[in-house]
């Protein structure tokens, strides 16, 4: 349930919007469901508002096709809209990653709290929950955004955060299990890590998340995005 107050309507539609992207990353909404004002007025125990909100952020960001006469459905989520949005991240994380490093290098961004963002991940592969995993993945490189300092990029990168959600889903991508994840993540940890300890760049920091996305995959298994 969500807080009905008018003056929290913004915050609420952005909850409802974060959630509905986890509920198609997870597959409890399949491309092609309909979506209404009163469907998620009732699943949320909000007012319409927020939830008319919601859906049109939504239609705005391709996540659902359609529009508010037609009624608006879950998109498509094929491999060429994957191979796009991997694109525009690694080029977009591959900026904010050298940024963020020279930040932390000097001090100005504090790397520990890319520490907890791992701690929390482990927590939640610990428990097996694969809907936090997600958005406990999403927070670790959201960390990164952030650690960079540099506004413009970080509202890109959130602008797409809820693609990203969609587009990794787990099982899509045939991971082994959740401690896969964990372990990638520690990986990238601990190359960013050796490049704050060094003077001077060791690696290209857009070969350095190739890695990171890559990494512990089956021959022949689609691109993933986290």
Not at 47 to 55: D, F, G, M, Q, T
Not at 96 to 113: C, F, K, P, Y
Not at 169 to 176: E, K, T, W
């Amino acid at each position: 349930m969500l807080d009905k107050k008018p003056a929290d309507d913004v915050s609420i539609s952005d909850r409802i919007g974060d959630r509905l992207a986890e509920m198609i990353a997870t597959g409890q909404l399949k491309s092609g469901d309909r979506l209404t004002e009163a469907t998620l007025s009732d699943m949320f125990a909000c007012s319409r508002v927020p939830a008319r909100e919601a859906l049109k952020v939504l239609h705005a960001q391709g996540i659902l096709v359609g529009g508010r006469h037609r009624g608006f459905r879950v998109g498509e989520f094929g491999p060429v809209k994957t191979r796009a949005v991997l694109d525009v991240r690694l080029a977009l994380e591959a900026l904010l990653v050298r940024e963020a490093i020279v930040h932390w290098r000097n001090g100005t961004s504090d790397m520990a709290l890319l520490d907890r963002a791992l701690d929390d991940l482990g927590q939640a592969v610990a428990h097996g929950d694969l809907g936090e995993v997600l958005r406990c993945d999403l927070a670790f490189h959201r960390t990164i955004a952030e650690a960079a300092r540099n506004d413009l990029a970080l509202t890109l990168w959130n602008t797409m955060a809820r693609y990203v959600i969609i587009l990794f889903n787990l099982a899509r991508y045939g991971d082994v299990d959740l401690g896969t994840v964990l372990v990638r993540h520690k990986a990238l940890r601990d190359a960013l890590l050796a490049e704050v300890s060094a003077p001077t760049a060791t690696r290209d920091a857009f070969t350095l998340l190739s890695d990171h996305y890559l990494a512990s995959r089956q021959p022949g298994a689609p691109v993933p995005l986290n």
